[in-house]
């Protein structure tokens, strides 16, 4: 064993009560745990058993108490709108305190749940901090998901009281939030007891006498509510994630375990210290917004960033320079979308020059793959560290990361480095065999898995059991494939199952084939992703009508192209679909999608040896061709 890494990941591994309850060190604790890691009832692994906990508390109150009130804790920056705004951590204290007031005031408890579906506004912080503070479960939901989406998350989560906005700002567009609220509140069966309305100038809301209660009335009226001690495994969090069905996952997070991994992040991936300026820039409605642009640098003493704006068109590429000359971010977190959006539009970087991006150390990048092209661009422009890495809404935070706190290494475009510690990766092929250094598989990790992971599914242990640790007995699945070299590092190359991922947004195609299998003339029909230089990926797709349908094509493109926007929400940016023939199918009747996909990209592709009637897929990339979408095929039969 040769550096620091080595040692800490052994260590990890080998010992991870001893690794994690050091850890531990750094969070306080009402009374410390019985147990560092409670094994007794596999896969359902708990950390620090026995300890009493708030995480609210840990995020900002001791903050306060120990040298750091006047420090900015948040700063807001709404381009379009041009507001700004510096919350320091006793302002943070003050807000969270009563905004907790408010919730335990409309019958929120220690256990009930909150759903908020918020813009990227600081309220949307102090209500997440706030439930917290009051040992509440929150869910945010993603502004982007329609109504049908968030209804499906009040009807599983069972929320005493959602919180939601007037409207959100969304590039140069206002989108009311109001109305979604509503018909989402309409379509669901639970009913909440209490909407809270933020009203923003920039649009009205009509509120419902007796249900809906206005934010800053509430407020203004509100008794501080001190922090209440929960378990550490105590849920603190449900976050909803694309699963292969239109059923969203209830990923659930605890607050001792999430608290300590978080906190032992940012000193640790990341390399960050108390009191810096930390940006990710990504929407609370993600698992990265939960994670790093509230809990981790929070967590830390950090000082953290809620950018309403885009990284392109509010108003420019160069708005992400700005922010960070602005705001003097050391370190910047997004997803390599964004970089390439900037990319496409100020393709030589011209508007770094307008800028003083002296404060930037280093950018993190995960979300999707980083394609090495434009890790490469932004490696180059920017002239700092840029740090690919791997993880996933269940995991809370990366498998795999160059840990920039405990040892660097060398990059190797394309690969996000080593497993972090805590993390035992493997590929294994389809026997369950290890894979040999450079040869794909499945990429798995063994159990159990590091403090800050899923606990469960929300009221769904068995969905847990069966979608991540039952194909590999001993193992979670993380349902992506790749492999590891040599030299240990991974590449994490495609999912194994129906996701995929637009602009950093996870999406099911299972999902989007539900809505438009809904469609009164569609017979059949299949999305698959295909490539897009900006976005990554973009869900393709295809139709096949019943029989007797008369209505124009055209029209019924229209209209599923209208469905799924308002079934799943503009997030989903389901554009294009054609009508075919027939699917391309196995003899026992399986869709052959990545086929599909294959030649949607243009790319070789092997004949399916189980394929029923191979001359499908000549009409199929005939009406691809039709679309746009050509033709490189290499046919070995
Ligand atoms: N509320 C309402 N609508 C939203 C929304 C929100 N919070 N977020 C996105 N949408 C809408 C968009 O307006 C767009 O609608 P349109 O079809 O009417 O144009 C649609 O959903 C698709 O949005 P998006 O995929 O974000 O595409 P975009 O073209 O607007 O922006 C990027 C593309 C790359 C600039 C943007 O996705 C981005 O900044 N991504 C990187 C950061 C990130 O968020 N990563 C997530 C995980 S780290
Ligand atoms: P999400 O749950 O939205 O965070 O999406 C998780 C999925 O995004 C992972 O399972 C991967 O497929 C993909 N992903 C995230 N980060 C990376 C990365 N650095 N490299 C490759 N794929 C990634």
């Known amino acids: 064993m040769s550096n620091a890494y080595d040692l800490a990941h052994h260590r990890s591994l080998t010992d991870p009560a001893a690794f994690w309850g050091e850890a531990a060190q750094d969070i306080s604790w009402y009374k410390t745990w019985d147990k560092v890691l409670d094994d007794s009832n596999p896969p359902f692994y708990r950390w620090f058993t026995g300890g009493l906990v708030n995480t609210c508390y840990n995020a900002v109150d001791r903050h306060v108490e120990n040298g750091r009130a006047d420090q900015a804790a948040i700063l807001y920056d709404s381009p379009v709108i041009g507001v700004k705004r510096k919350i320091t951590y006793a302002e943070l204290k003050d807000l969270t305190a009563r905004f907790a007031g408010v919730l335990a005031g409309l019958g929120v408890k220690k256990g009930d749940r909150v759903i908020i579906y918020m813009p990227m506004v600081p309220e949307a912080v102090v209500a997440m901090l706030a439930s917290a503070r009051l040992g509440a479960v929150h869910s945010v939901v993603f502004g982007g998901f329609a109504a049908s989406e968030l209804a499906t998350r009040i009807n599983d989560a069972g929320p005493t009281v959602i919180v939601s906005a007037s409207c959100g700002i969304e590039g140069q567009k206002v989108i009311p939030y109001k109305p979604l609220l509503d018909h989402a509140i309409e379509l669901a069966t639970h009913k909440p007891a209490h909407t809270v309305i933020l009203r923003r100038p920039e649009a009205e809301a009509v509120l419902i006498p007796g249900r809906d209660v206005d934010w800053e009335e509430q407020m203004a009226g509100a008794t501080p509510h001190d922090c209440v001690p929960v378990a550490a495994t105590d849920p603190l969090y449900i976050l909803y994630t694309s699963g292969t069905t239109g059923q969203p996952k209830g990923v659930v997070r605890d607050n001792g375990g999430h608290m300590v991994a978080l906190k032992w992040t940012m000193a640790n991936i990341y390399n960050v210290k108390p009191g810096e300026v930390y940006w990710a820039a990504s929407d609370v409605g993600w698992v990265v917004g939960h994670s790093y642009i509230v809990y981790a640098p929070l967590l830390h003493g950090c000082t953290t960033v809620v950018y309403e704006g885009k990284p392109v068109g509010t108003p420019d590429a160069g708005a992400f320079w700005r922010m960070i000359s602005e705001y003097r971010i050391g370190t910047l977190f997004t997803a390599p979308t964004a970089f390439r959006a900037i990319k496409r539009d100020d393709p030589d970087a011209t508007l770094l020059a307008e800028y003083d991006l002296s404060p930037l150390k280093i950018l993190f990048l995960a979300g999707e793959r980083s394609d090495p092209d434009t890790l490469q661009w932004a490696e180059r422009h920017l002239k700092v560290p840029v740090v690919d890495h791997w993880w996933q809404t269940e995991t809370g935070w990366a498998i795999a990361a160059n840990c920039m706190g405990i040892h660097p290494f060398p990059v190797k475009h394309g690969s996000p480095t080593k497993a972090a510690p805590g993390w035992d990766v493997q590929v294994l092929d389809e026997g369950h065999h290890s894979c040999k250094p450079g040869q794909a598989g499945s990429l798995v990790v063994k159990l159990p898995l590091p403090p800050g992971t899923l606990m469960t599914l929300w009221n769904a242990d068995q969905r847990f059991v069966d979608s991540y640790m039952y194909e590999f007995p001993g193992y979670y699945k993380t349902a992506d494939a790749g492999y590891i070299d040599e030299d240990g590092y991974i590449y994490v190359m495609s999912r194994t199952d129906d996701i995929i991922n637009v602009a950093g947004h996870r999406l099911s195609t299972g999902a989007m084939e539900e809505v438009l299998a809904s469609h009164p003339d569609v017979a059949e029909c299949a999305v698959v992703g295909v490539h897009d230089t900006m976005k990554g990926q973009l869900p393709l797709g295809f139709l096949v009508l019943k029989a007797?349908?008369?209505?124009?094509?055209?029209?019924?493109?229209?209209?599923?192209?209208?469905?799924?926007?308002?079934?799943?929400?503009?997030?989903?940016?389901?554009?294009?679909?054609?009508?075919?023939?027939?699917?391309?199918?196995?003899?026992?009747?399986?869709?052959?999608?990545?086929?599909?996909?294959?030649?949607?990209?243009?790319?070789?592709?092997?004949?399916?040896?189980t394929i029923d009637d191979p001359a499908i897929l000549e009409e199929i990339e005939e009406d691809l061709t039709q679309i746009g979408y050509a033709r490189a095929r290499e046919q070995q039969a």
Do not use: C, N, W, Y
């Open 548 to 609: 007797g349908v008369t209505k124009s094509h055209d029209q019924i493109l229209k209209e599923v192209v209208a469905l799924v926007r308002e079934r799943i929400g503009p997030v989903a940016a389901f554009k294009t679909a054609t009508i075919v023939k027939r699917l391309p199918k196995t003899r026992s009747g399986k869709i052959l999608r990545g086929t599909m996909q294959k030649i949607a990209d243009h790319e070789t592709f092997k004949m399916p040896a």
